[in-house]
Nanobody, 125 residues
C-alpha cells in the first residue's frame, strides 16, 4: 500500500524558515520522481517543486526559485522541501506526491497518482 506522510508544517512568522519532510512507503521510492504542491484556501492546488528519481534534476515554479529547495534521500525514502524567507502568501496546505514512472511533465497534477494527506503551513505577518 502506497503511503506518503508529510511533516514539518506549522505556524511561523514571516521571514522564518521551515523544512517539510515526506516519507514514503509501499513502493520503490527511487523509481519515482517526487513533487511538492500547495493549496491555499479557496484556490487550486499548484505545483511548487519537483525532483528527479536520482535527485540530479530539480524543477521549480518560477515564483519559488530562490526561496524553495527540494531534495531527496533515497536511502531514507524521504523528500524534503526547504522554504526560506517565508511570506504570508506561502500559507497553504503543502502536499507531496509521487509521479508516475511513465510521466515526465512534473509540473502537472495528473502526472502524480500518489498523494500525501498534506501538512499545513501558516505564515503570520
Amino acid at each position: 500500500q502506497v503511503q506518503l506522510a508529510e511533516s514539518g508544517g506549522g505556524l511561523v512568522q514571516a521571514g522564518g524558515s521551515l523544512r517539510l519532510s515526506c516519507t514514503a512507503s509501499g513502493f520503490t521510492f527511487s523509481d519515482h520522481a517526487m513533487g511538492w504542491f500547495r493549496q491555499a484556501p479557496g484556490k487550486e492546488r499548484d505545483f511548487v517543486a519537483a525532483i528527479s528519481r536520482s535527485g540530479g534534476s530539480t524543477y521549480y515554479r518560477s515564483s519559488a526559485k530562490g526561496r524553495f529547495t527540494i531534495s531527496r534521500d533515497n536511502a531514507r525514502n524521504t523528500v524534503y522541501l526547504q522554504i526560506d524567507s517565508l511570506k504570508p502568501e506561502d500559507t497553504a496546505v503543502y502536499y507531496c506526491a509521487a509521479a508516475s514512472v511513465t510521466k515526465t511533465l512534473y509540473t502537472r497534477l495528473d502526472s502524480y497518482p500518489y498523494w500525501g494527506q498534506g501538512t499545513q503551513v501558516t505564515v503570520s505577518s
